[in-house]
T-cell receptor, first 114, second 112 residues
């Protein structure tokens, strides 16, 4: 069974479009994250939710909006996509109720904006 | 701001050799973690060391932490071709509970 899953794995779209990436974890974890990994492999946190409540909101354009319908799901919606949004987006989860202990990562979604 | 900095950026060794990667950070931490990322895959947690620990082992992995120097090292002994991956250190703490701050990683290539 996949612990943290993301869909889609690849996403190719044009500038200006709106797209969503979905994440689900079946680990029973309370905390979920979205990370962005750029072309140089630098991984930066974007958002974190603990029990459906937003606890981390880094300096991310407000075109990015996370949504957590329940604690097993954390989706990322991106409006008005730009070339610079091209990256790999990773979802992750941890059991620790907000404390950043071991994190479990999804396989990533490679977003290409043309 | 970026917390961890791995060194070297890239490392190429032969199978059977040991590989050592270093990580330096800037602020106080609660814990430091090492992750592995195979090409095109997500990150996999390897080991966590807390600020009051100095050394930790897991299989062929040995991690040390020197909080006075704000540095950590990851040693992989008797490396295998399957160890080829990028290795990242990540720190938690310094007033930033709840989140990890990652370095840029070391790309390890183990040649058969």
């Amino acid at each position: 069974d996949t612990a943290v899953s993301q869909t889609p794995k690849y996403l190719v779209t044009q500038m200006g479009n709106d797209k969503s990436i979905k994440c689900e974890q079946n680990l029973g974890h309370d905390t979920m994250y979205w990370y962005k990994q750029d072309s140089k492999k630098f991984l930066k946190i974007m958002f974190s939710y603990n029990n459906k409540e937003l606890i981390i909101n880094e300096t991310v354009p407000n075109r990015f909006s996370p949504k957590s319908p329940d604690k097993a799901h954390l989706n990322l919606h991106i409006n008005s996509l730009e070339l610079g949004d091209s990256a790999v987006y990773f979802c992750a989860s941890t059991a620790s109720g907000g404390v950043a202990d071991e994190q479990y990562f999804g396989p990533g979604t490679r977003l290409t904006v043309t | 701001s970026q917390q961890g900095e791995e060194d070297p950026q890239a490392l190429s060794i032969q199978e059977g050799e040991n590989a050592t990667m270093n990580c330096s950070y800037k602020t106080s931490i609660n814990n430091l973690q090492w992750y592995r990322q195979n090409s095109g895959r997500g990150l996999v947690h390897l080991i966590l060391i807390r600020s009051n620990e100095r050394e930790k082992h897991s299989g062929r992995l040995r991690v040390t932490l020197d909080t006075s120097k704000k540095s950590s090292s990851l040693l992989i002994t008797a490396s295998r071709a399957a160890d080829t991956a990028s290795y990242f250190c990540a720190t938690e703490g310094g007033g930033s509970n709840y989140k990890l701050t990652f370095g840029k990683g070391t790309l390890l290539t183990v040649n058969p």
